[in-house]
């Protein structure tokens, strides 16, 4: 390829792949708002921003985000939206971020940096703006501030009513509406001829500021700032909220948004979703051509119009000439005049003098049935008004006579109109209720001021009872003199009926949570606890009143990370959230709790409360833990016990061996010093199988009903004689219960104990010794695999050095010890514990580092009387001249077996398998006296070759051998009729007797 291809080439790849890491040629911008979509002033504020932008650009891609902070607004929130944003415009370049609200510009400031670290940012609706806000990022980020002029909006007011006192100021609860009663307050000073009264949601329900509102004096004024939430917290939709501050106000009500010109305010000069967006998306513009952020200051001046409904100022008869130039007047009617100035001017020109003569002629005429016409258009509209609204409307003479009425009321009385007119309204109440009726009205008549809200019983015509609200006016005639009241009733009794069940029901789930038994919180939408019930406090030390408003101080450190993400997910999925953690009472204990939570929702379906459960589980961790511990000595046990098998076979043939070098030596012998050596250490090393084996629930040999209190004591004395520094204390039940158990390894078991708390307190100390009677229910043993009833609980407590937290959970495992190498083979526990398990009892622990140790044993009880242990007899080798079967799978023991029972004078037949014995068994049977069957074999056990040999001969004499135990299979076989069982390694003497027994029967 020539020099020109190349270059060539180059050149279009690198044209390709700058065009595909470019992307989109379109400007990329971004809206970002802080409340959600559906919301009027984000919606107006979407609309004007995207039309304004699309006008002057013609290559644009707009993307708009709701961060939805009106039903959620935390900081978990905020750092799952974080991420949400770094995953979604990971690869789009941003060239203009638009921000709306106040949330949005915090979120902007923290997170800019590490989102969109030079893509410039405009904001708009920032409240109480300072240009410290901004610093460091000021060559980054401009905008415009929102400002409610209500300055204006009241001078303008004042202008429109010059007769007005008085401003009442409608402002919620809610964190704006508080910041929109602190700008009123502050321009009161200049407004010194003005009373200001507050209808805070704070402090009033939607229903008592709108009882206020209808009591205002006829000279006062209202100004809407925002009511979405009273004082019971209920959220109020302001497509019902404020029509009825409409209807229900006496006086023009005034706002600060142009979205309240929809439900009947007057206007102002008020603040725009729409003209907000259009002036943000001009500055936007500024940047997209080119401009820089730094040449473009802050605008602290919002772009705020002057807006009225023409219907509220036709209602509340001001003039619109009367408006600040420039106003923006809404629903005005356009005259025939506007749409045809010309036909009229045209018609005017030829007509002028016809037309001038006949308004002379027939002014008069005219005049006068206008007058008429518009009187009774206004009587129609003000009946009409009257016959639509649901509220019952009233007029009585100054005795109480009903002169005038609507159809409401006599829905409200349940009479006609004949039943009512004319009749006075004490007719419907008792005479409590008309007494103080007349007080009030009496109030009313002496002091010409109005009276909301009053409330009495009526009785109807059909004699049922009801509720109503009323309010009473003084009605004036023509001279000024009072001529009667005139007011609205309304019927309450639903209300009031539902408020009482509301309360009811408050008090039924108020008593079901003070009852029930598993500790309950209520959170609020911040995490604040608003109500504990009585468990909670018990379980966790925390009465209501040190929580109330707070968060609880009982979520450890280490758990934080695990609620917060469960938390999270109960508000984003709706759904009831349950989850095992740890949690902190008053005191600094933890507990293991499983914690059911789930959200309470508002009357949009935002979450409003969280109630929480938890319940205790620290009691089945602790036997779940028990449980595990018992399962893992279940399975070192098995080791252990196999373990303990195949040493022992090992043994047999060095003890066989042995013996059969015994046979015939006298202690001339010079070797004879060491074979009894090799002799001594079979039986040493036979007694570590034995404790493996008893620690495998394989050791017990001989079991007797037995005094467990005689037993202890001769073991407590034996140890006490040779160990005098320690200080034995013993307190034994009386009438003690009896135990079966094989005494010498219950002996065992006492002495090792004693030993392991005397090791313990290498200095002297204390040990005490106690037993007693006691009846174990089912949940506490459920861990140990034992039965619930009567057990002989036996207690050794030392006041040694004791043990910490992870040698506690190892003491009773085969050869671990925390004594220095040689000095302790680690099974003395382990015994201890394997035996006790195989007599159907358990045993515990308890300890801490220098507070002493304690042994628990627990021995099931048996209604056998108990009888003493009877001395062992020595033992000679004994002979015989039968014919014996040995059968066993190892070489070393059938060799060693063969030449034992030759030496003691029996034929010997061997078989090295249970197939085999039973081949040579059906062929020899009348010959074989005698089997010794090993119960350990592969491809058929022991127990299997013993049925198949019963079937053959039930008369068939079985001795059992095994390096096993007598407990579990080898007691199975027994009790289908084996004749005897000898445990390996056995000696001489001992395999001769147990032949004997056996044979002689």
């Given at each position: ?889 190892e070489d070393m023991i059938l060799d060693v077996g063969e030449q034992l029972l030759e030496k003691m004078g029996y034929t010997v037949l061997i078989a090295r398998s249970g197939k085999g014995a039973i081949d040579i068994y059906e062929k020899k049977k009348d010959k074989i006296d005698l089997i010794i069957l090993d119960m350990i074999m592969p491809e058929m056990s022991g127990g299997d070759t ?56």
């Amino acid at each position: 390829m020539n020099l020109g291809i190349r270059v060539i080439v180059i050149c279009f790849l690198v044209l390709l792949f700058s065009a595909v890491g470019y992307g989109s040629d379109k400007d990329q911008v971004l809206i970002l708002n802080s409340y959600h979509k559906g919301y009027p002033w984000t919606d107006d504020l979407v609309e004007g921003i995207a039309r304004t932008l699309e006008k002057g650009r013609e290559s644009l891609e707009i993307h708009v985000e709701y961060m939805d902070t009106k039903r959620i607004n935390t900081s978990e929130y905020h750092k799952l939206f974080f991420q949400l944003m770094k995953l979604k415009y990971a690869k789009i370049k941003l060239d203009v971020i638009i921000i709306s609200d106040d949330n949005a510009f915090h979120f902007i400031i923290k997170y800019h940096r590490r989102l969109f670290p030079d893509t410039p940012v405009v904001f708009m609706g920032v409240n109480h703006f300072e240009q410290s806000m901004i610093k460091g990022i000021e060559n980054q980020i401009t905008g415009l501030i929102q400002d409610a002029d209500i300055t204006a909006t009241l001078r303008t007011a004042l202008s429109l009513h010059p007769d007005t006192s008085q401003v009442a100021v409608i402002c919620d609860a809610t964190t704006t509406g508080q910041a929109y009663r602190k700008q009123v307050s502050m321009i009161e000073p200049d407004f010194k001829n003005l009373k200001f009264v507050y209808l805070d949601g704070r402090e009033l329900s939607t229903p008592e500021m709108l009882s206020s509102l209808r009591s205002l004096p006829d000279d006062s004024i209202a100004l809407l700032c925002i009511w979405l939430k009273d004082n019971t917290g209920v959220f109020v939709p302001w497509e019902d909220g404020y029509p009825k501050i409409a209807m229900n106000s006496k006086v023009p009500v005034y706002g600060v948004l142009d979205t309240m010109l929809k439900y009947g305010i007057v206007g102002g000069k008020v603040q725009s979703g729409k003209h907000h967006g259009i002036a943000t998306a001009k500055i936007a513009l500024r940047i997209l051509r080119g401009e820089k952020v730094r040449h473009i200051p802050v605008s602290m001046k919002s772009p705020n119009k002057y807006i009225f409904d023409y219907i509220q100022l036709l209602r509340w008869k001001m003039p619109v000439s009367a408006l600040p130039k420039g106003s923006i007047i809404l629903n005005e009617p356009k005259s025939f005049y506007s749409k045809n100035k010309r036909l009229v001017w045209g018609v005017i020109g030829i007509f002028s003098f016809m037309v001038t003569t006949i308004i002379v002629l027939l002014s008069n005429i005219f005049g006068r049935r206008k007058a008429e016409s518009n009187l009774r258009k206004s009587e129609e509209k003000y009946r009409s008004i009257l016959g639509s609204i649901e509220e019952g409307y009233y007029e009585v003479d100054v005795d109480g006579n009903f002169t005038f009425f609507n159809k409401s009321l006599c829905k409200i009385y349940g009479c006609s109109k004949d039943d009512l007119m004319g009749v006075n309204l004490q007719e419907f109440t008792d005479e409590k209720t008309a007494k103080e009726g007349y007080r009030i009205f009496n109030r009313v008549f002496s002091t010409g001021t109005s009276i909301g809200n009053f409330g009495w019983e009526i009785t109807r015509k059909n004699g049922s009872r009801r509720y109503v609200e009323t309010s009473i006016s003084p009605m004036r005639n023509a001279e000024g003199r009072l001529a009667g009241f005139r007011g609205i009733i309304r019927d309450t009794t639903d209300r009031l009926l539902s408020e009482k069940k509301l309360r009811e029901s408050e008090e039924r789930l108020q008593i079901i949570l003070q009852s029930i038994p598993t500790p309950v919180v209520v959170y609020d939408a911040e995490g604040h606890a608003e109500y504990v019930n009585p468990a909670f406090t018990e379980l966790f030390g925390w009465p209501l009143d040190e929580l109330k408003g707070r968060h609880i101080p009982f979520v450890p450190k280490d758990q934080k990370e695990l609620t917060g993400e469960k938390l999270n997910e109960v508000y984003d999925s709706g759904k009831n959230v349950q989850f095992e953690t740890k949690r902190l009472t008053r005191q600094g204990d933890v507990i293991d709790v499983i914690v059911s939570g789930s959200y309470i929702k508002g009357l949009e379906g935002e979450a409003v409360q969280m109630i929480a459960s938890l319940t205790d589980i620290s009691e089945r961790k602790r036997l779940e833990a028990q449980l595990q511990q018992a399962l893992k000595m279940e399975a070192i046990g098995t080791l252990a016990g196999g373990i303990a098998h195949d040493f022992n076979n090992l043994l047999m043939g060095i003890q066989g061996r042995t013996s059969l070098m015994m046979v015939g030596k006298d202690s001339s012998y010079p070797d004879l010093e060491h074979i009894k050596g090799i002799e001594d250490c079979v039986k040493s090393a036979a007694e570590l199988t034995r404790q493996l084996l008893g620690f495998a629930r394989g050791g017990k040999y001989e079991i007797k009903p037995t005094d467990i209190n005689k037993l202890i004591r001769k073991s407590s004395e034996l140890f006490g004689r040779t160990k005098k520094e320690i200080d034995i204390h013993e307190k034994y039940q009386d009438n003690i219960w009896t135990v079966e158990v094989d005494q010498g390894q219950i002996e065992q078991t006492m002495m090792n104990l004693f030993v392991n708390s005397w090791q313990a307190m290498p200095g002297g100390g204390d040990l005490y010794l106690k037993t007693e009677n006691i009846t174990i229910e089912g949940d506490y043993v459920r861990p140990f695999e034992v039965k619930p009833g009567k057990y002989v609980k036996i207690s050794i407590r030392d006041t040694g050095i004791g043990m910490d937290e992870k040698t506690k959970e190892r003491i009773f495992e085969p050869f671990f010890t925390t004594k220095d190498m040689g000095k302790g083979t680690g099974l003395g526990l382990a015994s201890v514990y394997g035996i006790i398990k195989n007599h159907g009892g358990f045993i515990n622990v308890y300890s801490e580092k220098g507070k002493g140790t304690t042994f628990n044993i627990y021995l099931p009880t048996s209604e056998v009387a108990a009888r003493h242990q009877e001395p062992e007899i020595s033992k000679n080798v004994r002979h015989g001249d039968e014919t014996v079967l040995l059968v066993d799978d190892e070489d070393m023991i059938l060799d060693v077996g063969e030449q034992l029972l030759e030496k003691m004078g029996y034929t010997v037949l061997i078989a090295r398998s249970g197939k085999g014995a039973i081949d040579i068994y059906e062929k020899k049977k009348d010959k074989i006296d005698l089997i010794i069957l090993d119960m350990i074999m592969p491809e058929m056990s022991g127990g299997d070759t013993f049925d198949r040999l019963k079937q053959i001969s039930p008369d068939t004499k079985v001795l059992l051998s095994s390096g096993y135990s007598i407990n579990g299979q080898a007691n199975e076989i027994l009790g289908r009729g084996c004749d005897g069982f000898i445990q390996k390694p056995f000696s001489m003497e001992e395999l001769s007797h147990k032949i004997r027994a056996v044979l002689n029967g």
